[in-house]
């Protein structure tokens, strides 16, 4: 339980960072919704492996492998946000800023998992408490 109260709090300080990036080009560089959406996705990468590495996960695994991993499932997350974010402007019509918003639920359930159970999972130098790491 702390893992997921510690991812999101990452997730909260990343998604600020993210969504400053998003609405700055949007509002003042005049950027498409899907092309802000890229460059505050990009921005995140970099914040959101470092602080869930050392922060959420605590891992101690080797760095390349988890990063090509987290790569893996940062494209999965951000291709399924990114096709909740097309959905909603063009098929339904939202605003560009809602269907920002929408499509960040998805991807925060979708990387926490996989995150969780994929690319820190064998690295992972701390659990929840009360957990022993044995089966």
């Not at 101690?60 to 990114?82: C, D, M, Q, S, V």
């Not at 097309?86 to 926490?112: E, K, N, R, T």
């Amino acid at each position: 339980m702390m893992e997921l109260i510690r991812y999101a709090f990452v997730g909260v300080l990343n998604t600020g960072l993210g969504y400053a990036v998003i609405f700055l080009c949007m509002g003042v560089l005049d950027w498409s919704p899907v092309a802000s959406n890229i460059a505050g996705y990009a921005v995140g990468f970099v914040v959101s492996f470092t602080l869930n590495r050392s922060f959420t996960f605590r891992s101690k695994g080797p760095a390349r492998r988890e990063l090509r991993r987290f790569l893996l499932i940062f494209a999965l997350a951000y291709l399924a946000n990114l096709a909740v974010l097309v959905l909603c402007v063009h098929a339904m019509g939202l605003d560009g800023g809602w269907a920002q918003v929408i499509a960040g639920f998805g991807y925060f359930g979708l990387s926490f998992a996989l995150s969780k159970y994929y690319v820190f999972a064998e690295g992972a130098g701390h659990r929840d408490a009360g957990s022993t790491g044995h089966v």
